[in-house]
T-cell receptor, first 115, second 112 residues
Framework: KAGVTQTPRYLIKTRGQQVTLSCSPI?????VSWYQQTPGQGLQFLFE???????NKGNFPGRFSGRQFSNSRSEMNVSTLELGDSALYLC??????????????FGQGTRLTVV | AQSVAQPEDQVNVAEGNPLTVKCTYS??????LFWYVQYPNRGLQFLLK??????LVKGSYGFEAEFNKSQTSFHLKKPSALVSDSALYFC??????????FGSGTRLSIRP
């Protein structure tokens, strides 16, 4: 079966712009989580969605937002981009919210560069 | 607060030798622990997990991990390293807040 698909793979944006990243989970998975990966901060949790509802949120400013559609596809949006937002953004899908029993499968990520 | 620590930024091992990548954790209650691997320009791939049961967990690509409750550790091991094992390895703990907390990662380098 197809894995987690993230689009686009690479993106270059200018400071002050906004960006939308997309994630299509594995078919049948209803949980989608987003992570930011940077060399300095490692992997940091952004938010998680399940059945179109945000279930958990990390410690990121309000410029970072997301949503999930009825087909479980998810988007995350970053407004007023800053240089420090340059990172690899990873999406993970899981069958349920019980991450202890159903592992998360990750997409290849979207590499965002802010100039 | 729940956390996971990987004390080594980098581990260097000769091909054919055993390898260990260290991980310690701090959680309240019973921990759910995971290891993921990341190859260059790729997402994370699941290696193995510990939920309950045997302290020695076997996973993908010949890796295994040993859960030690008294030392709050979950070290990743492999009896004989391959050059293709060179990658970035992340230990993770599942917290009660329904999110996975990742360690800082350990870069494993296997020399021929």
């Amino acid at each position: 079966k197809a894995g987690v698909t993230q689009t686009p793979r690479y993106l270059i944006k200018t400071r002050g712009q906004q960006v939308t990243l997309s994630c299509s989970p594995i078919s049948g998975h209803r949980s989608v989580s987003w992570y930011q990966q940077t060399p300095g901060q490692g992997l940091q949790f952004l938010f998680e969605y399940f059945s179109e509802t945000q279930r958990n949120k990390g410690n990121f400013p309000g410029r970072f937002s997301g949503r999930q559609f009825s087909n479980s596809r998810s988007e995350m949006n970053v407004s007023t981009l800053e240089l420090g937002d340059s990172a690899l953004y990873l999406c993970a899908s899981s069958l349920t919210l019980d991450r202890g029993r159903t592992e998360a499968f990750f997409g290849q990520g979207t590499r965002l560069t802010v100039v | 607060a729940q956390s996971v620590a990987q004390p080594e930024d980098q581990v260097n091992v000769a091909e054919g030798n055993p390898l260990t990548v260290k991980c310690t954790y701090s959680v309240s209650g019973n921990p759910y622990l995971f290891w993921y691997v990341q190859y260059p320009n790729r997402g994370l791939q699941f290696l193995l997990k510990y939920i309950t049961g045997d302290n020695l967990v076997k996973g993908s690509y010949g890796f295994e991990a040993e859960f030690n409750k008294s030392q709050t550790s979950f070290h990743l091991k492999k009896p004989s390293a391959l050059v293709s094992d060179s990658a970035l390895y992340f230990c993770a703990v599942y917290s009660s807040a329904s999110k996975i907390i990742f360690g800082s990662g350990t870069r494993l380098s296997i020399r021929p």
